[in-house]
């Protein structure tokens, strides 16, 4: 009969970053052991809060399933003598899989006969096996940081305070260092006190509904969900949804209780991302909207236990907010007293990096950089480019950024408008820095889209000639965001620049710095780990691998036309005339790929099929080229097709391969031009 099995591992309060992960971790585990047991089962799921992880193994059988185990041996002609009789090899064998070298089977493999131990194992009782499994996947756990304690060596996120382990209505005996199951559990923290004894996972399930626990962390996370609307919604407005936030909380509590809190409407002087980065980051609170999105003097929190004290509990948050507000006005305040060309002179006194110098070298830098990348873009205030350059690190030296260093940038942007700059100044501030991570939004001005091309170049540009690189999980300069960054710049925004001179650029203007590389070694490295970077962008968009190897082996080409080329190739498989343009490729190719010229000697054109297909190949080709041109890669397809019929032709009276020498290289180079003609787009060797 199949049984119930409860695992439950109480600890101290575990990071809720770590739950997700453990739990997910916890199912593979608990799948890959008991199915290695040869025991089967119904389901398996894994629930937890901060205080407990909780593996249930529903339906979980009585004793292993028999096995039958096969051991392959000796050849024969090894386990036999001369006589026919066993070898030391044979009976050797034999001994070591207990038992007798006549029960030996002879089977054969890979066409050679071999000696077999076939042995039926029956399948123990659950109760036996159990123990050791369960402590296998307690030990294989993994956390991003574990500890110990006490003076025990095993390691866990945090120290282990009980086991639970029932099979049915049974205990199961298990022990982690100084840890014995038993079959009770504990209830909230605050609102339950002392041991549950339990009898089974119905009452396990019981008893901590009934002392406040809510076990399954997806009920618990809608119920937050609910209960924040609901709350929000009283008060005449709409919570901000923050699915990061939401999952956070909800491994922070086992009983959630929303509340409505209020700040004084005075803080709302102080830009409204500071605020909710204070409610969001250091309090875990949801930032309150009305329906024109204009953020209100209010925040829901969630509370661990039940509303018999909410008013007390909401004093006590609306305090602790109001202190951080406090000091975030206060330095609101402060920072709109400064000069900032006068902070602007200050970074020459903060480190960038030891070998690359100050904030203030590197912001001499994004100058240049930036003006360049707008000469070539063109239509662009350089005056705005340069002035954005030159206050878009000050707010480093801002009192809010260094409370709040993910505001960089925003408050730039904030200061600058205060100063009296110009839009475009401020929002280029801003933009930067933009994008800050994958799916993060891109700068939209110009100015901004120059001088964050600039900052993301100039960063890349410096660490490669040091020879500084990301290592495996190591980036620790955030090398790799910075290339995606650029990447997906020059993808979605296309600005007209030549990355290779500008790259270059930045290396002339690493003044002063003792370079490791030289300027083509870094410009190709630098190229090339972009490249790396779209390669992915494009995957994760949903495009082929083949057509993405077959744009990318053609070199030269700019970034923003790769995608254009592999869109055009990816659409261009499914239409009915792929499978004609292919047989042209292929064709062509195959025969001539070991070719190196495409010069024809006219003179030497001798049948009517080589003469109309050299015809046809010069009518369409410049029609190809045009299409190019105009990025029409579809279009430069489609004519290319039209040479299928001349091919088939060439193909069924013409011997390539002629013995003369002469009209070999003419039908060879014939072949080599239609080819190169297809290369124009991409190097379709590649397409599977």
Known sequence: MAKDLLLEIGVEEIPSAYMTEA?????????????????????????????????????????????????????????????????????????????????????????????????????????????????????????????????????????????????????????????????????????????????NLADYREKLQENYVVLNQLERKDMISRQIKAVAATGGGEAMENDALLNEV??????????????????????????????????????????????????????????????????????????????????????????????????????????????????????????????????????????????????????????FPELQGIMGRYYALEAGETPAVSDAIYEHYLPRFAGDELPTSLVGIALSLAEKIDHLTGFFALDIKPSGSQDPYALRRQAMGIATIMLDKQPDIDLEKTIGDAYDNLTGVELVHSRDEVIGEVLDFIRQRLRGILTERGYSYDVIDAVFALQGIDIADIEMRVKAVTEFKNLPGAEDFMVVYNRAHNLSKSWESDEINKDLLQEDTEIELLQAVEKVSPLVKDSIKQFDYTEALMQIIDLRPHVDAFFDQVMVMSPDPEIKALRLGLLKKIADLCKLIADFSKIV
Not at 322 to 345: N, S, T, V
């Open 23 to 199: 739990l997910a971790n916890l199912k593979e585990n608990a799948v890959l052991k008991l199915s290695q047991a040869r025991l089967n089962y119904q389901s398996i799921n894994c629930f937890g809060t901060a205080r407990r992880l909780a593996l249930i193994v529903n339906g979980l059988d009585e004793g292993q399933s028999d096995a039958v185990i096969e051991n392959r041996g000796p050849k024969k002609s090894v386990a036999f003598d001369a006589e026919g009789n066993a070898s030391k090899a044979g009976l050797g064998f034999a001994r070591g899989q207990g038992v007798e070298f006549k029960e030996l089977e002879i089977r054969e493999h890979a066409g050679l006969e071999y000696m077999y131990a076939v042995k039926k194992e029956k399948g123990a009782p659950t109760e036996e096996v159990l123990p050791e499994i369960l402590k296998e996947i307690i030990q294989s756990l993994s956390f991003p940081r574990s500890m110990r304690w006490g003076i025990y060596q095993f390691r866990f996120a945090r120290p282990i305070r009980w086991l639970t382990v029932v099979y049915e209505d049974q205990l199961v005996e298990l022990k982690i260092e100084n840890v014995v199951s038993g079959m009770y559990t504990m209830g909230h923290r605050f609102l339950s006190s002392g041991r549950l004894e339990i009898k």
């Open 250 to 403: 909800t491994y922070l509590v086992e009983y959630p209780t929303a509340f409505h809190g209020h700040f004084d409407p005075d803080y709302l002087e102080v830009p409204p991302e500071v605020l909710t980065t204070s409610m969001i980051e250091h309090q875990r609170y949801f930032p309150i909207f009305n329906k024109e999105g204009k953020l209100l003097p209010g925040f829901i929190g969630i509370s661990n236990g039940t509303a018999d004290n909410i008013d007390t509990v909401r004093a006590g948050n609306e305090r602790v907010l109001k202190a951080r507000l406090e000091d975030a006005l206060f330095f609101w305040r402060e920072d709109l007293k400064k000069d900032w060309d006068q902070i602007a002179g200050q970074l020459d006194a903060v480190l960038f990096h030891e070998r690359l110098g100050t904030v203030g070298e590197k912001v001499i830098r994004l100058q240049k950089n930036a003006v360049s990348i707008a000469g070539q873009i063109g239509g662009i205030d350089i005056a705005a480019v340069e002035r954005a350059a030159f206050l878009c690190k000050t707010d480093l030296l801002s009192s809010m950024v260094y409370e």
